[in-house]
Nanobody, 119 residues
Framework: QVQFVESGGGLVQPGGSLRLSCAASGIVFSMYDMGWYRQAPGKQRELVARITSGGNTNYYEDSVKGRFTISRDNAKNTLYLQMSSLKPEDTAVYYC????????????WGQGTQVTVSS
């Protein structure tokens, strides 16, 4: 059974930083391209960063380029998202999942982790 457990969110002031983590189980983590997605209130879930199975970063959504860094530790089955220079518009629930070329995410989603950027 595929399972993702996200953590590390919280309330942060504009300009601040957070590091999100995602523990994956039920899959051979090292085989899959992975991504961080976010869903803001009233909006659809969107992919913000993707990393290949071998750890070569290959996509960032335009609004997060230069501020967010995705990484992974295949030995620990863990995905990370380092977020800096946070803005109020980054406020959302953040999720991790596969980001398979042509197939996208698995159907099973974790609970996500809330990131709120506010003064």
């Amino acid at each position: 059974q595929v399972q993702f457990v996200e953590s590390g969110g919280g309330l942060v002031q504009p300009g601040g930083s957070l590091r999100l983590s995602c523990a994956a189980s039920g899959i051979v983590f090292s085989m899959y391209d992975m991504g961080w997605y976010r869903q803001a209130p009233g909006k659809q879930r969107e992919l913000v960063a993707r990393i290949t199975s071998g750890g070569n970063t290959n996509y960032y959504e335009d609004s997060v380029k230069g501020r967010f860094t995705i990484s992974r530790d295949n030995a620990k089955n863990t995905l990370y998202l380092q977020m800096s220079s946070l803005k109020p518009e980054d406020t959302a629930v953040y999720y991790c999942n596969a980001a398979r070329p042509g197939l996208g995410a698995f159907a099973s989603w974790g609970q996500g982790t809330q990131v709120t950027v506010s003064s």
